[in-house]
């Protein structure tokens, strides 16, 4: 079995979204699409690989936010078993209303963003939960249930591997930079610090994050990411308290995490990039939210 990387070139930024290509015994298999807007880079990256579209029969994602699941419906439609949260579920058999929801956000930049987005037939998707076995390929994924970032979201063990969509955070590879994507409306702080626990408690020798590419330290990754939950918390609580409008801790917050970049030694390049794949103003409403829900 061969894990390939797939970088989809989010927006003409490298390794900013990841799909993950396993070539598994008894055929390859997918674990997230990405956007409608990246299905030719994907579709690109398969047939490097000698991997035709309708070679796919499963995917995984591990939940419905457009950058991991955007292109789900097109798979389905293409004959691929699609496997995902029961809360996501209804969503990709009928975006309507996710799509709905996002353009009151994306305005006139959806499509450009995110591209089509396609209804699944129904029979093409199969729901899975908590300690769920997925055998498919001659492999087996087993399902952990990962809430925090959003209520329907799941990490997949394979072996003593694991592919983490945003449960795990992000890090962009050769950037010492770990990043919290705390998008609205779901993320929920406590939530999340017990998930990464239990991540934690699986003792991976390595992590797949959907941002961006294999991780082998897990321990550390997953440790300095609640550290850097409670911090961002705590900042933008204490900004709200000071009485700062939402645009004005959107300045500060991107202030905030181009100083943590710039310690780390980033490039303006790289902090782009970390900006493309987790911009930072959706976690300013994604706490604000969060806060607010809690009060």
């Not at 390794?15 to 674990?31: K, R």
């Not at 970032?149 to 592919?163: K, Q």
């Not at 709200?240 to 939402?246: E, H, K, P, V, Y």
Request: proline share 6%; net charge negative; no cysteine.
């Amino acid at each position: 079995m061969t894990i390939y990387t797939l970088d989809l070139n989010f927006q003409n930024v490298p390794q900013t979204i990841a799909s993950y290509l396993i070539m598994a015994p008894d055929g390859p298999l997918l674990v997230e699409t990405g956007p409608g807007s990246t299905l030719d880079h994907l579709i690109a990256q398969l047939a490097h690989h000698n991997v035709q579209p309708t070679d796919i029969k499963h995917v995984l994602v591990t939940h419905i936010h457009f950058d991991h699941a955007g292109a789900a419906g097109w798979w389905a439609q293409q004959g691929a078993q699609i496997y995902v949260h029961g809360f996501g579920a209804p969503h990709l058999i009928n975006p309507d209303r996710l799509i709905s929801s996002a353009t009151r956000i994306y305005g006139n930049m959806m499509d450009v963003l995110w591209g089509k987005i396609l209804p699944a037939p129904e029979e093409k998707v199969t729901i899975v939960e908590d300690g769920d076995v997925i055998a498919v390929g001659g492999v087996q994924f087993t399902v952990i249930e990962t809430p925090g970032h959003a209520r329907h979201h799941h990490v997949y063990r394979l072996g003593d591997i694991a592919f983490t969509g945003d449960a795990a955070g992000i890090q962009l590879p050769g950037f010492p930079l770990v990043d919290v994507p705390a998008p609205p409306p779901e993320f929920n702080l406590e939530v999340w610090q017990k998930t990464i626990d239990r991540l934690l408690a699986e003792n991976f020798s390595a992590i797949y994050p959907t941002h961006f590419g294999k991780i082998d330290d897990a321990t550390a990754q997953l440790t300095e990411l609640k550290t850097l939950m409670q911090e961002a918390t705590a900042w933008i609580k204490a900004k709200m308290d000071a009485g700062l409008t939402r645009d004005e801790m959107v300045v500060h917050f991107n202030e905030w995490n181009r100083n943590r970049a710039h310690r780390a030694g980033l490039s303006e390049d790289a902090i782009r990039q970390y900006e493309t794949a987790n911009p930072w103003y959706m976690s300013v409403d994604g706490i604000m939210r969060y806060w607010r829900k809690k009060a």
